[in-house]
Nanobody, 126 residues
Framework: QVQLAESGGGLVQAGGSLRLSCAASGDTFDSYNAAWFRQAPGKEREFVAHISWSGGSINYQNYLEGRITISRDNAKNTVYLLLNSLKPEDTALYFC???????????????????WGQGTQVTVSS
C-alpha cells in the first residue's frame, strides 16, 4: 500500500515561490497517476494539477496555469509542485493524491483518488 507525505509548505511573501514535494513509500509509485489539490478554510477542495504515471500527460487548473509546474521523479518516488508568483489567495492546505484508475474525464475530481497525504500548509502574506 502506497503512502504519501507532503512537504515544502511554509510562510512566504506575495510574489515568492515554493516547491512542494510528495514522497511515496510502501510500494512502487511509477504506476500511479498523481495530482495536487488545495483547500482553503471554509472552501471545498479544488484541483490544482495532475500528472500521469509516466509524466507524459499534464493538466493544470486553468486560472493557475503559468504560475505552477507539476513534475515527477519516479526513481525517487516523488511528485513536485512548483508555485511561483504566489498570491494571498493561494493560501491553503495543499494535498497530494494518487490513483491507478483516473482517466481523462475525472483527473480533476477528488473522489477519483484513493490515496491522499496529510497535506502541507502554504501561507502567503501580502
Amino acid at each position: 500500500q502506497v503512502q504519501l507525505a507532503e512537504s515544502g509548505g511554509g510562510l512566504v511573501q506575495a510574489g515568492g515561490s515554493l516547491r512542494l514535494s510528495c514522497a511515496a513509500s510502501g510500494d512502487t509509485f511509477d504506476s500511479y497517476n498523481a495530482a495536487w489539490f488545495r483547500q482553503a478554510p471554509g472552501k471545498e477542495r479544488e484541483f490544482v494539477a495532475h500528472i500521469s504515471w509516466s509524466g507524459g500527460s499534464i493538466n493544470y487548473q486553468n486560472y493557475l496555469e503559468g504560475r505552477i509546474t507539476i513534475s515527477r521523479d519516479n526513481a525517487k518516488n516523488t511528485v513536485y509542485l512548483l508555485l511561483n508568483s504566489l498570491k494571498p489567495e493561494d493560501t491553503a492546505l495543499y494535498f497530494c493524491a494518487a490513483s491507478r484508475l483516473t482517466t481523462k474525464s475525472d483527473f480533476n475530481v477528488p473522489s477519483a483518488y484513493e490515496l491522499w497525504g496529510q497535506g502541507t500548509q502554504v501561507t502567503v502574506s501580502s
